[in-house]
């Protein structure tokens, strides 16, 4: 490959990836060209050598290879490393000497020095081609390879970040963050201390280590913390339990955590108070509380000299003592401290100011277990000489605003009370902190302390950190006891009171008088703010992960000596250590020099700490521990950074959109160049500081490289060793040059949003005057704007670090956020112009114009320059709003950008398309925005025009102005001569306010009428000549009448759209006065909205919420009465009606009626459960808000046990006609007709104890009856007024019975087909007859379809009650058979089918039918009423029922015939034949010519679900007789088979001689033997044994049938012969297998056969068996045996 140095002024070829490298900052210099054919996409560089990645994922290396055996001397041109070829490699990495390259597939590759295991390859002291090296993650079982995403190496050591982004490590040192002591450490291991944390990126110095990682957000919060040291394994937390409070302490203090120090033989402290903060893991708010509530601090001069906030001076951070002459400094600011100053011993020789932790804990110790007088005595008396500075410690704006006078004591406690008092005052706005104390301390209120400190430049905000930084930081056990530092130790101070399982403590009166009245009251005044101006990164949630993270902070370990690791300290760090100062800072990304660190931050600043040595800081500050800002000029923003051995190189953004280089370090000459590479490396750092000076010295702040501007657009830097290196590309067709200025612009826009977040918002919401000046309403929205400010800005600000890591790696527009998301823009920018439209309304700007003088002063330049605001002395309200509007100027940037990129592409290339529709997307909202601001405008106008008092009644945020009818636009028809009235439109509501004319205050009333409910027709012009709008509105309807055509137009426009638009939601959106066509389209009649009726009237106060069309409540909807009741259903015409749920609650016995079910005009109607508060449950018919129909109460508190049941027919709320009354704590059960609740006619009751009465009752009195009971009748008379009572016994018989044998019992009870009329008029009502029979075949099966779809949609809305099977059934209703033609057997069958599956579902009418009578045939004879007596009526009432449902049946299918008519044969004869009337489920077809009875269609459906208590009364009819069968049977089972068979008198001849084995073995038989016993016949008598198992009689008749079939069966095979049954044959040989089938309740069975058999069938085959079967049963119960 041809690769050549060039200068870089020359033309060569390609564009993008261009190489340029360089060393120093001389004005002569002239970086060089490495070219390569491809394009470089990434760099490294090592002390003397570099790595490049090119596109390809080819890799180069160049400058000093020692480690390749074939070369001496440097190389001329890059060299391929081939070991590398077939791999993709997508990231590189160079060390001091040393290389690492990442493949596609995460694998890691190493080569160079390897001497202390920095390749990771054991026994190798070089390596000279890259071999992969695993991490393997032997905790995993099995163990597995992890994958890598990004390598960085220093010179003895190299750390990978995994794909599950956790921090691996392998060399020597402290600096691979390790628990291990034994080095090299050949093996990558993992990081333990940073497992759980998401990092993102690393960096290596010569000797230390720097990681990028996120904040943990919410979810990782539920993570319990840890109570033993991770290492030593002790408490981390001691408690000790004082009278009055509790203390907490965490001395705890873990060895492991630091180096000793060279030449000192002691241990570092621990770390002391950290500031009263939160987690370093979470982003702090940046507060404005506790400083700005105590005086803002003065900005200190811009100049080294310390700051009156730090009192510490800077100098002393590098490691002299202060207290070398045993005085300690003093804070300036801090006159008792000074004073007691000079008596004060030294503390202690540390290597810093900061009072030791031991110090404190004395203090909080004595504070808390010593008297009051003790504690002043000391303080008065300079006890506490240890302590200046920890007022400053603890709260870096207290020491200026403690009272003058006070003691250092006095400090201390303020500071602690105002830094708690005040946070717990506003913990709203402390939500990370609130987060972490439920995190640390299980529902406790706490407190922390701020971030930055408002109104004071960047420097001075980073040395006020410095301070609060403390002194050392130790890295004990595990991290999150850091995280908790300051929060813990202040547990044991008096006035935090938090209730959390480490502290209970009471501000206790003693302590309160330590504290300055003033400051009392300042800790004690409410804060009105409440609003977190840096949202938390989860704050728009859908851009979580999308993107980039600026909730991030930067841990550091390893060697310390130059103060590279930034904690303040020069002591090194086993482990991971957060940098405390750098936790909200928004830094994204870190770099690492040889012994300096930085950090670049999203607001395009660098922080840098560490050596100093050759300026390569970019600040004065000789070295630094602790991070400071680089100094550059205003306007310079940073957004790449590179480290190399003594200098930083900085890219920039400048004036243009080119960026610019800036190099901070070492000069390099030429000539010392060579002579330094001559010396050995040992030599080399002895002669450090006289190579400095050959060199040239060094910068003092950051240069500017004069020859960038000829590289092109840089998109990255790079350093290592001496050199620095640029990537840059050439403009091609403008594209890269648009990408850089979008980036810029967003860079630019992000810095501007942040300083007017800092320099305004904030500073205004601390205002004390702020909510006197402007009330709670204008507050809450200032509140409300400054919030979505704070979310705007910081989307605005992971936008920029996406677009600049795209600038740094891919450079095409296929990664855009703004395209792919561009809904997260366009909806914050939305959200963010509602809040301000919200204020402006609310004239929230006019009544910040006093506060903001106030604190800006007369002559605002601030605000005007911010505001890029031109005019001379504008107002202020309008530099506000200028300045608050700002944001939304550069949505039309983004527009504009994203055209310029399209433009840089092919017409028909679908990146255009995307650029072009996100170019219009944010142009269209940019309208849109514009709109909002006029209308936020004019409304504001015409409230500040408004009159009066009704401003504050109708002035609401979101409110807007549409049009109003002041210029008599728009008038009443038919107003008074003297009334006047006015029409107002807003977004949500038209007003329309009243007056009469004369009178000052014109309009005394007005009314709101809510869009969402308004409905507006044109009034038809032809014949009246009025233009007049009828305006309907849920209680009014008035028409108004415009003066012209024109208007009338304007006014019907206007009113639609804003109806449209607050129907839509989108009230806020645009109530446009567009005149676009697709504006005209009118609003829907029908719609959902939520209303309160204010007229009398049965809705007076009562709110509906549901649908509507035209002004009435149609459809669903909820209708809630100020008193409790409540209806939930469907309206139709404003009223109730269709299926709803009502609740009404009873006063006196404090429940709720309720009622479920069916409505009709505002009334119940049709079926409906209403369960009473007294108990009672009526489930039945209503009609017109009355029980009527049939009907079924329950009485008593549960329904389970009620005391009483009725069930029957109402009229007019009361029980009148037939009805069953079972009154269960008397036993017994009524039947009979009622009339007004009492019973009036026929009935029979019957009870508990078997008594039967039967009569005519009159007024609830029985006046004729007779009762039946074991032995005798008792028939009472009624002849005038003597009654006769007759006793019949078996032995007397009276001639008077004899008289009356016609007297029957059941004569006077109701007969079968008076009962339960009701429920068959129902049945008939809902296939629409108004009687039975008669009406419209067609519109009977309209009404089925209609109730069949209509619960199918009830249902579908709770599909629960739905079960899988049951909607099949619903599915195959829905087809409707032919009902009209003649019927043939198919027809038939179908008929039969469809009749089966109806009466499956209470859906259809005919299942209702069938499931209401079987409810009432239960009700009747169960119980109680299961009395023998009433067998002949329970049998007819099955007759009567089929007879009636029958007629149903016939009247949907007209074609049937009638009972006992005839189905014509079919045309074919080949179907099998079979008996008629036999009506099981399987379809064969029977004998040509069915006849049709009820019985046969219905009974399979009816029987059933009757069968249980009817077979019940069967069984204690025949229980007497049955009991003697049943004996007989017991007896004659006894003998064996061929003995019974012999007794029976059966014909030897067919007697079984052999018999199947129960295990056959192919046809195996088995000799019948004198002892056999229920061996003979027995298939026949398993067969007649299913007889107890069917239901219907024709059923029964088949399995009869069955067994004589079995039998002939049997005999045919023994006889081997046909042969014809003769009754003598046949009959012992079938008594022989009913005994042996031991029915239990044969005679119950034969009569319920008998009962119920159809009577086509009595005559035929079936007729006989069953006469042979029910003779059997008479012979056995006569049998003799002898």
Known sequence: ?????????????????????????????????????????????????????????????????????????????????????????????????????????????????????????????????????????????????????????????????????????????????????????????????????????????????????????????????????????????????????????????????????????????????????????????????????????????????????????????????????????????????????????????????????????????????????????????????????????????????????????????????????????????????????????????????PGGVPGEGTKERVRLEESMQGKKSSSTGDIREEEAEGLRRRLSLPGLLSQGRYAVHLLSSSYTLLLSPRLLRKVGRPRLRAVALTPLGWAVPEAQEVLPSLQTEVWSWGQGEQGQLGHGDNLARLQPLCIKSLSNKEVVRVAAGAHHSLALTAQSQVFSWGSNSSGQLGHMESPSTIPRLAKLSEGIRVWDVGAGERHTLLLADGDCIQPILYYSGQQVKEGALLESQAKEPGQREEEEEEEEEQAGGYTQQPVLLPFCMNLGYVSGVFAGGQRCVALSDRNVMGFIASLHELASAERKFYCKLCSIKTQIIRPLLDLDSLSSALGPAALGQLQALAGRFGLLCHLTGQHSASLTANLRRGRDVKGLLILDHAAIFLDSYNEYCVALGNFQVMGGFQALTKPSLDFFGKSPELLQRLAECSEENPPVADLLAALFYLPTRHLHEYGRLLLKLATCFEVSSSDYQRLQDGCSKFEAVVLQLKRKKKEAEYTYHFWKSFPGKMTDSLRKPQRRLICESSNKALTLQNAGRFSVNWFILFNDALVHAQGVAPYKSLFSTHHVFPLATLWVEPIPEENTGLYGLKVISPEETFTLLACSPMEKAKWLRSINQAVEQALSGAGQEAASAGSGAGQKAEPPTSRTASYTFYKDSRLKEATYEGRWLAGKPNGRGVLKWPDGRIYTGTFKNGLEDGFGEYISPTKTLNKNDHYQGHWKEGKMHGLGTYRYASGEVYEGSFQDGARHGHGMLRSGKLNTSSPSVFIGRWIHDKKTGYGVFDDITKGEKYMGMWQDHLRQGTGVIVTQFGLYYEGAFKDNKMMVSRAGDEDFFILEEENGCSSHLFYFDSGKVEKEIQERKLWKLGRLCVCADEKWQAVFEECWSRLGCEAPGRGENWRAWENIAVALTTSRRHIQDSPELLSRSHSRTLESLEVIPQHVGPITMDRYHTIRLYLIKACDTPLHPLGRLIETLVAVYRMTYVGVGANRRLLPQAVNEIKSYLSRIFQIVRFLFPDLPEEGGLIPEPSTELQDKREPGCTDAQLESPKPGRVVSSSALLLPVLLPRLYPPLFTLYALDKEREDDVYWECVLRLNKQPDLALLAFLGVQQKFWPVSIPVSMPALGEKQQVLSSTKDACFASAVETLQQISTTFTPSDKLQVIQLTFEEITQEVLSLLKQDFLWSMDDLFPVFLYVVLRARIRNLGSEVSLIEDLMDPCVQHGEHGIMFTTLKACYYQIQHEKVT
């Open 1 to 449: 490959m041809e690769a050549q140095r060039k200068s870089s002024g020359d033309d060569s070829s390609g564009e993008r990836g261009l190489l340029h490298s360089w060393k120093g900052y001389s004005y002569s210099l002239t970086p060089e060209r490495l070219l390569l054919s491809r394009p470089v996409l990434q760099a490294a560089l090592g002390v003397r050598h570099g790595v490049l990645l090119v596109e390809g994922g080819q890799v180069y290396s160049f400058g000093e290879l020692p480690w390749k055996q074939s070369q001496a001397a440097e190389p001329a041109k890059p060299v391929l490393e081939s070991a590398l070829s077939g791999q993709r490699v997508v990231s590189v990495a160079a060390g001091s000497f040393h290389s690492g390259a990442v493949t596609e597939d995460g694998g890691v590759h190493m080569w160079g020095e390897n001497s202390v295991g920095q390749c990771g390859l054991a026994g190798l002291s070089t390596v000279p081609n890259p071999t992969p090296v695993a991490l393997v993650d032997s905790e995993a079982s099995p163990p597995q390879t992890v994958p890598a995403l990004e390598l960085a190496c220093g010179e003895r050591h190299t750390l990978a970040l995994s794909a599950q982004r956790e921090v691996w490590a392998w060399g020597s040192g402290c600096q691979l963050g390790l628990i291990s002591s034994v080095f090299p450490v050949w093996k990558p291991q993992k990081v333990e201390h940073l497992a759980g944390r998401y990092v993102l990126q690393v960096a290596c110095g010569a000797a230390h280590s720097l990681a990028l990682v996120r904040c943990l957000g919410p979810q990782d919060a539920q993570r319990p913390p840890p109570d033993k040291c991770g290492q030593c394994n002790q408490l981390l937390y001691t408690m000790t339990d004082k009278e009055d409070h509790v203390i907490i302490s965490d001395s705890h203090y873990c060895p492991l955590g630091v180096e000793l120090a060279e030449g000192e033989g002691r241990l570092e402290a621990p770390a002391s108070a950290q500031g009263l903060r939160t987690s370093p893991s979470e982003p702090i708010l940046p507060s404005h509380t506790s400083t700005s509530a105590l005086a803002p601090a003065p900005p200190a001069p811009d100049s080294s000299a310390p700051s009156s906030e730090c009192s510490h001076p800077p100098a002393l951070g590098e490691g002299e003592s202060a207290l070398a002459n045993g005085e300690l400094p003093v804070s300036d600011s801090d006159p008792s401290a000074q004073s007691t100053g000079g008596s004060g011993a030294a503390a202690g020789v540390k290597s810093s100011p900061y009072p030791d932790e031991q110090a404190v804990k004395d203090y909080l110790k004595r504070l808390s277990d010593h008297t009051l007088a003790e504690q002043t005595a000391k303080a008065a008396a300079g006890g506490l000489h240890t302590l200046p500075p920890s007022a400053d410690l603890l709260s870096p704006s207290t020491s200026t605003s403690a009272a003058p006078g006070s003691s250092t004591l006095n400090n201390l406690v303020a500071s602690c009370a105002s830094a708690v008092g005040e946070r717990v005052a506003s913990t709203y706005e402390a939500l990370s902190l609130k987060k972490m104390m439920n995190f640390y301390l299980p529902s406790a209120g706490g407190a922390g302390l």
